[in-house]
């Protein structure tokens, strides 16, 4: 009689070829997600995806909705409500940005029902991003824009802070799809680069100051609500602040974060915000420009703003550096209208600080 062969599992199966990846691949994946919600998830894998997350560099933080203290309801300050008025002004009393489900409902592997990330009970990307000791890179994205405007109007910003303001571009203007026939006639007066009469006649100078401000306001608000993730992440290099609807972003690199560490930051009367310094503006415009895909902009405007500081003001090395600044800061069709409008006549104004 033949002894039966006895049957064994093979050892090589029993070890997860997972393990085998080196924790420096892993993080290098785990840097591409950089969505925290999905780190989340990931971190609920395993206990050794658990360990790693927190040491991922690039992170991205989507905001759903934003709380006060005041007790308004989510539908008060729900963005499609609040388009036709100033987003801005609901931001001066923000004191706390939100994230939603499913982040908060993750549960730590370790056992029990302790949170994953304790901190994300709170809402708060300040303290959830605590939980992130090396971030060097950071995308934060608001759900609108702050600033309300018609339909139909274009407003887009973009802002450089250190401790305060040191670059900011903004550019407006109404699309259309075609160019209209009295475009034709203003384009033929205005040969020459000048503004023509009808804009300071007929509103578009106030129209556009009152751009200019609530944007300056919208980026001194986002600015002084940066203040708590810049103290607890000494290692961030890039810092960038936007909203879903692209309207304004403020950008913070190397220099600037460095500059925000070390010097005092002042705030403004409402003591929301971050008090925008006295700045020259330099303003550009054109009746109409016709832009790439068969667009065009009506009554594009251009404004470059700049803090007033002496013996700087209007150098050589200052005007080209607030230009490069003006021509980089938008993409596609809008740096087209940017560069366009860089060419045209330059008017310039005087802002006190507030």
């Given at each position: 009689?033949?002894?039966?062969?006895?049957i064994h599992?093979?050892?090589?199966?029993?070890q997860d070829?997972?393990d085998?990846?080196?924790?420096?691949?892993?993080?290098?994946?785990?840097?591409?997600?950089?969505?925290v919600?999905?780190?989340g998830?990931?971190?609920?894998?395993?206990?050794?995806f658990?360990?790693?997350?927190?040491l991922?560099?690039?992170?991205y933080?989507?905001?759903?909705r934003?709380?006060?203290?005041?007790?308004?309801s989510?539908?008060?300050?729900n963005?499609?409500?609040?388009r036709?008025?100033?987003?801005f002004?609901h931001f001066?009393?923000l004191m706390?940005?939100?994230?939603?489900?499913?982040i908060?409902h993750l549960?730590?592997t370790?056992?029990?029902n302790?949170?994953?990330?304790?901190?994300?009970?709170h809402h708060?990307?300040a303290?959830v991003l605590k939980?992130?000791?090396?971030?060097r890179?950071?995308?934060?994205?608001?759900?609108?824009?702050?600033?309300?405007?018609?339909e139909g109007?274009?407003l887009k910003?973009r802002?450089e802070?250190?401790?305060?303001l040191?670059?900011?571009?903004?550019?407006?203007?109404?699309?259309?799809?075609?160019?209209?026939a009295s475009?034709?006639?203003?384009?033929?007066l205005?040969d020459?680069?000048?503004i023509p009469?009808?804009?300071y006649t007929n509103?578009?100078l106030?129209?556009?100051?009152?751009?200019?401000i609530?944007?300056?306001i919208?980026?001194?608000t986002?600015?002084h609500?940066?203040?708590p993730i810049?103290?607890?992440h000494?290692?961030?290099?890039?810092?960038?602040?936007?909203?879903a609807?692209g309207q304004?972003?403020?950008?913070?690199?190397?220099e600037?974060?460095?500059?925000?560490?070390e010097k005092?930051?002042?705030a403004?009367?409402?003591?929301?915000?971050?008090q925008v310094p006295?700045?020259?503006?330099?303003?550009?415009?054109a009746?109409?420009?016709?832009?790439?895909?068969?667009?065009?902009l009506?009554g594009a405007t251009?404004?470059a703003?700049?803090p007033?500081s002496?013996?700087?003001?209007?150098s050589?090395?200052?005007?080209?550096?607030t230009d490069?600044?003006?021509c980089?800061?938008?993409?596609g069709?809008f740096?087209a209208?940017?560069?366009?409008?860089l060419?045209r006549r330059?008017y310039?104004l005087?802002?006190n600080?507030?």
């Amino acid at each position: 009689m033949q002894n039966k062969t006895r049957i064994h599992a093979d050892p090589s199966l029993d070890q997860d070829q997972f393990d085998r990846i080196p924790d420096s691949l892993v993080l290098l994946i785990l840097n591409k997600i950089a969505d925290v919600r999905s780190l989340g998830r990931c971190s609920a894998v395993s206990k050794r995806f658990n360990a790693l997350v927190p040491l991922v560099h690039d992170v991205y933080v989507k905001i759903d909705r934003v709380v006060t203290v005041d007790g308004d309801s989510d539908d008060a300050l729900n963005p499609s409500s609040l388009r036709p008025r100033n987003l801005f002004s609901h931001f001066l009393k923000l004191m706390i940005f939100t994230l939603l489900k499913p982040i908060h409902h993750l549960r730590s592997t370790n056992g029990g029902n302790k949170p994953l990330f304790p901190q994300l009970s709170h809402h708060s990307p300040a303290q959830v991003l605590k939980n992130f000791i090396h971030i060097r890179n950071l995308r934060i994205e608001l759900p609108a824009g702050d600033v309300g405007i018609e339909e139909g109007v274009l407003l887009k910003w973009r802002a450089e802070f250190g401790s305060t303001l040191q670059n900011c571009v903004i550019l407006g203007g109404t699309w259309v799809d075609r160019k209209p026939a009295s475009a034709e006639q203003e384009i033929a007066l205005d040969d020459n680069g000048s503004i023509p009469e009808s804009f300071y006649t007929n509103g578009g100078l106030k129209l556009r100051v009152v751009w200019t401000i609530n944007s300056l306001i919208a980026a001194s608000t986002r600015h002084h609500l940066l203040r708590p993730i810049i103290k607890d992440h000494p290692t961030l290099k890039s810092l960038v602040l936007t909203d879903a609807d692209g309207q304004g972003t403020l950008s913070m690199g190397v220099e600037q974060l460095k500059e925000f560490r070390e010097k005092s930051l002042a705030a403004s009367a409402s003591s929301n915000r971050t008090q925008v310094p006295a700045s020259s503006m330099k303003l550009r415009y054109a009746p109409y420009l016709e832009l790439p895909g068969g667009m065009g902009l009506q009554g594009a405007t251009l404004v470059a703003i700049k803090p007033t500081s002496e013996g700087s003001c209007g150098s050589n090395s200052s005007r080209k550096e607030t230009d490069a600044f003006g021509c980089g800061a938008f993409d596609g069709p809008f740096k087209a209208a940017a560069k366009a409008l860089l060419k045209r006549r330059t008017y310039l104004l005087e802002m006190n600080g507030f």
